[in-house]
């Protein structure tokens, strides 16, 4: 396979969802592409900073406000 | 008697029969999640809370029509993922065209054929890579995105659904879902190489 064909693959590779046939196939090529080896090291990277920034907090105001209008919500629906 | 956590089915049930508290428990139970999942969508705090009151809102109108067998949190995400992209819709627009989206995801499949090596800077140090504006960059760089790409990296990537439940929520094969995150992810890899090395793909 060359870089064109593993290339749609390379998320399904990523997060191990492929069958071993293709994933064999895909490991033989970046054995010997230092660029697509660069495309998958960079982009499992990318992945894994993505999760951990930490999740934006609900700000309190923001919650006290929810709440008031679910609640009047309940009581006037 | 033991003081056990009421499911979410549970509390469904009571909220019908009109119940404020059991509301109340549900919204925080599921409030955190939302408001992540909409200001990751929109990028800033005023849109991400009318988004939460919007999901909640909807909620509470259509909840007798809540089938209880399928997961409410799905039924959630999907509402609240309707939610974040109708004002989405409403804003003026940050994001590429399609055109260009893809124009720069296809730029790294050709690069990784081209002569020139390509710069990995996957170990770089933590505090470089994820300071804050590293950060930053990040947070813009997902609002670039077009919306239905956006939205499947969100929930599939930012906040961990796996990719079946992705499809149910947003209604679409889970072969679409892997294929739009796959290019959502190109495209961030490409913002982010262009930030910490300053190449172009």
Redesign the interface.
């Known amino acids: 396979m060359?870089?064109?064909e593993i290339?749609?693959g390379?998320?399904?590779y990523i997060d191990e969802?492929l069958a071993d046939k293709t994933c064999r196939e895909i490991e033989s090529h970046l054995k010997d592409?230092?660029?697509?080896?660069?495309?998958v090291?960079?982009?499992?990277?990318?992945?894994t900073?993505?999760?951990?920034?930490p999740?934006?907090?609900?700000?309190g105001d923001?919650?006290t406000?929810?709440?008031a209008?679910?609640?009047l919500?309940?009581?006037t629906? | 008697m033991e003081n056990t956590v009421p499911t979410d089915s549970q509390l469904i049930a009571e909220i019908r029969d009109g119940s404020a508290d059991a509301l109340e428990e549900l919204v925080s139970r599921y409030e955190s999640r939302v408001y992540s999942l909409a200001y990751r969508m929109l990028g800033n705090k005023e849109d991400a809370e009318d988004v939460l009151q919007d999901t909640f809102l909807n909620v509470v109108r259509s909840i007798d029509g809540f089938k209880s067998q399928s997961s409410f949190s799905t039924w959630l995400y999907r509402v609240a993922a309707n939610a974040a992209l109708t004002k989405l819709r409403q804003k003026s627009k940050r994001e590429k065209s399609e055109g260009e989206f893809l124009d720069e995801v296809y730029s790294v499949r050709e690069a990784t054929h081209s002569e020139s090596s390509m710069v990995d800077w996957s170990d770089g140090p933590a505090d470089r890579l994820l300071n804050e504006e590293a950060r930053q960059v990040m947070e813009e760089a997902i609002t670039e995105l077009p919306e239905k790409y956006r939205i499947v990296f969100v929930l599939r990537d930012v906040e961990g659904m796996p990719a079946a439940e992705v499809a149910k929520a947003l209604d679409l094969s889970i072969p679409a879902v892997k294929s739009r995150l796959h290019r959502a992810r190109l495209y961030l890899r490409n913002r982010l190489s262009h930030y910490y090395t300053g190449e172009t793909v």
Do not use: M, Q
Not at chain 1, 33 to 39: E, G, P, T
């Open positions: 060359d870089c064109r290339f749609e390379l998320s399904e969802e592409c230092d660029n697509c080896r660069v495309v090291n960079t982009l499992r990277k990318t992945v900073l993505y999760r951990e920034v999740a934006p907090e609900i700000p923001v919650r406000r929810l709440h209008v679910i609640r919500r309940g009581e629906g």
